[in-house]
């Protein structure tokens, strides 16, 4: 009799961890499916503040280095990138 016992436990360990395996992928496949691409690249600038990080670029003429944080907090920001010879 206790062998007939274990292998009953065997079987509803090995079918709870099947349910349980099944969940989860189906869990998973659900959230990439709702998921935007930005949303699965998980950036921490995505978050509720929504900030970019920060950067430093040169100016049109050369003639300084604009950051981010110093000059452009809290505004909309357009950049475009393109040759300026």
């Known amino acids: 009799m206790p062998f007939a016992k274990f292998v009953q ?11 349980y395996c099944f ?3 189906a ?3 659900e ?3 709702a998921c935007t691409p930005l949303c699965a690249m ?3 600038y995505a978050a509720r503040n929504r ?3 920060d950067f430093e670029l040169p100016t049109v ?9 110093d000059e452009c907090r809290d505004k909309p920001v357009v950049l475009i990138f ?3 010879t």
Do not use: K, M, N, W
Not at 11 to 19: I, N, R
Not at 64 to 69: G, H
């Open 31 to 33: 959230t990439r499916r």
């Open 9 to 19: 436990v065997t079987f509803v360990v090995l079918a709870a961890l099947g349910v």
């Open 61 to 69: 003429d050369h003639t300084r280095r604009v950051r981010l944080s």
């Open 42 to 44: 998980h950036p921490d």
């Open 23 to 25: 969940v989860a992928s």
């Open 51 to 53: 900030l970019a990080p």
């Open 82 to 84: 393109g040759s300026y």
């Open 27 to 29: 869990r998973e496949g």
